[in-house]
């Protein structure tokens, strides 16, 4: 069973920095696709950014792109997501999901499993 653990979220200020770590028990890592999403109070889930399974391509949602970065460690089976620049509006719970395909996918129903979340919140 494939199990997902976020980490590093927290209280920041604006224009200040966070990585994010997913951590990925169980299954084979390197075959899938992995992805950030979040959600604000109110909002649906939006996407965040995407990479495939060699790490070799990735997709950056706009509202983002320039200021977080995606990238994985296949051999510790991680992702992560470096996110600078921090904005308030940036505020959210943070989710990492994955999809037993290498290709990534932009939305969340191409994504199988989930993990629990990790809150960032960023002060003005």
């Known amino acids: 069973q494939v199990q997902l653990v976020e980490s590093g979220g927290g209280l920041v200020q604006a224009g200040g920095s966070l990585r994010l770590s997913c951590a990925h028990s169980?299954?084979?890592?390197?075959?899938?696709?992995m992805a950030w999403f979040r959600q604000a109070p109110g909002k649906e889930r939006e996407f965040v950014a995407a990479i495939n399974g060699n790490g070799g391509l990735f997709y950056t949602a706009p509202s983002v792109k320039g200021r977080f970065r995606i990238s994985r460690d296949n051999a510790e089976n991680m992702v992560y997501l470096q996110m600078d620049s921090l904005k308030p509006e940036d505020t959210a719970v943070y989710y990492c999901?994955?999809?037993?395909?290498?290709?990534?996918?932009?939305?969340?129903?191409?994504?199988?499993?989930w993990g629990q979340g990790t809150q960032v919140t960023v002060s003005s």
């Open positions: 999901a994955g999809r037993e395909s290498i290709a990534p996918g932009l939305s969340a129903d191409r994504y199988g499993y």
């Open positions: 169980g299954g084979t890592f390197s075959s899938n696709a």
